[in-house]
């Protein structure tokens, strides 16, 4: 195991490597034949990403923080780190190599969600309501689920429930007694989760705060195209 700011590493014979974007899941593997460069820093696509790549031939590569990673000639080079990059190899698989990183960098906590993520479905408001939902709606997709005769679950209240992003507190206007809400779906049988996301309204007194104390991330990385329109939340 070793650690290095930039790296250079040969591809293997036959060797395979994952990881990045899940956006570019269907990019996957990387092989002597991929052409592909992307950065992990700020624009993740859709907010799902990880600084960790794993190979067919048991090694991977792991960092706390951001880097720029690319496949080009049949060389993996890593760089525009932003903190320490971590390397592993002598592993026999990619089954080796991601239990390998995992156990070293992030272990299994022994918590597990709720039991209801497992055994009922998965409802989530976007679907019935898009954006914007209200107590009123709300309450009404539940009741529809239930009267179609499919069983409760977990209840994903999603965009919208909130006035501003930054600002986690119920819009009032549109949920005017959330604790009702709740209790109402509880009742049903219904865990209910609220959606939320890394970002910051920008004309709000949130936003002045964090940025007058030089909280956020303010230099842009983002590429142009359909990609920037995904990570600005465009349908």
Not at 3 to 27: A, F, N, Q, V, Y
Not at 123 to 134: A, E, F
Not at 199 to 209: G, K, L
Request: aromatic fraction near 14%.
């Amino acid at each position: 195991m070793t650690e290095r700011s930039k790296i250079e590493r040969k591809l293997l014979p036959g060797e395979h490597w994952w990881g990045g974007l899940t956006r570019h899941g269907d990019r996957m593997p990387f092989n002597a034949d991929s052409s592909y460069r992307q950065s992990l820093y700020q624009n993740l696509m859709g907010n799902q990403g990880c600084p960790l790549l794993v190979s067919s031939r048991g090694r991977y590569i792991w960092s706390e923080e951001p880097f720029t990673f690319e496949f080009k000639g049949g060389w993996l080079v890593i760089e525009d780190a932003l903190g320490p990059i971590l390397e592993g190899e002598s592993q026999r698989d990619l089954r080796g190599a991601y239990l390998a990183a995992c156990w070293n960098y992030f272990p299994p906590s022994g918590k597990i969600p709720h039991p209801l993520s497992f055994t009922a479905p998965q409802y989530n408001s976007w679907i019935d309501v898009r954006k914007y939902p209200t107590q009123e709606s709300i309450l009404k997709y539940a009741r529809s689920i239930l009267d179609a005769g499919l069983p409760p679950g977990v209840m994903l209240i999603d965009d919208f429930w909130y006035r501003n992003c930054g600002l986690w507190k119920w819009d009032l206007e549109a949920f005017p007694n959330p604790k009702e809400l709740v209790d109402q779906l509880h009742h049903w049988g219904f865990l209910v989760m609220l959606w939320i996301c890394p970002w910051v309204t920008a004309d709000t007194r949130q936003y002045e705060f964090l940025s007058n104390q030089h909280i956020l991330i303010t230099a842009s990385k983002m590429p142009l195209g359909d990609d920037l329109e995904l990570a600005s939340g465009a349908e």
